[in-house]
């Protein structure tokens, strides 16, 4: 819930409507949904842009957010609309990743993700960041350009960080 409020989604309402026709159920704090109930999310999402995987909103699948990162890069295609990226204890390592992987995701909300090499630094994350889990986070700092004014969870366990980022920087807080 505090992600879809720290996003502008009203979750109280919302959440409880998607409980009133039986879509989701709430567990132990858990927000439950049915397998063919998320799939069909999935297909929407991959119905906007069924070729271009750099112009859905959410990338969940390893090969598409590799494909992603990778050529990120190099092309500058259509990232600038991907909001989300979570990769839930992916097996597979994301390898040969520099460190403008996430330049041109400008408006990326929710990053969770792990199993990264970077061949550099990081130079960029989005500005609009509001959830950053990254497990062994492989950089010493976070970019020196991010502002992290919307963020709102930071999760770098078992990182490599030794410091958030060169100098000092002013943080308001509301």
């Known amino acids: 819930m505090e992600i879809l409020d720290n996003c502008n989604l009203y979750s109280t309402s919302r959440i409880t409507m998607l409980v009133d026709k ?3 159920t709430i567990s132990y704090n858990n ?3 049915h397998d063919l109930l998320q799939e069909m999310g999935w297909e929407i999402i991959r119905e906007q842009h ?3 995987c750099g112009k859905w909103s959410r990338l969940w699948l390893f090969e598409d957010v590799h494909h992603v990162l990778t050529y990120n890069r190099v092309m500058c295609f259509g990232t600038h609309e991907v909001k989300g990226i ?3 204890k992916s097996e597979q390592r994301l390898t040969h990743l520099d460190g403008k992987s996430f330049s041109n995701m400008r408006n990326l909300r929710l990053l969770k993700i792990s199993n990264v090499d970077l061949s550099e630094d990081l130079q960029h ?3 609009e960041l509001r959830f950053l889990k990254w497990p062994e986070y492989p950089s010493s700092s976070l970019p020196l350009n ?3 004014l919307n963020l709102f969870e930071l999760n770098l366990c078992r990182s490599r960080i030794k410091y958030l980022w060169k100098g000092m920087k002013v943080l308001y807080i509301s």
Do not use: E, K, V
């Open 146 to 148: 991010f502002q992290p």
């Open 86 to 88: 979570m990769l839930n």
């Open 22 to 24: 039986s879509l989701i």
């Open 125 to 127: 994350l989005s500005d």
């Open 50 to 52: 069924r070729d271009d």
């Open 31 to 33: 927000i439950c949904m």
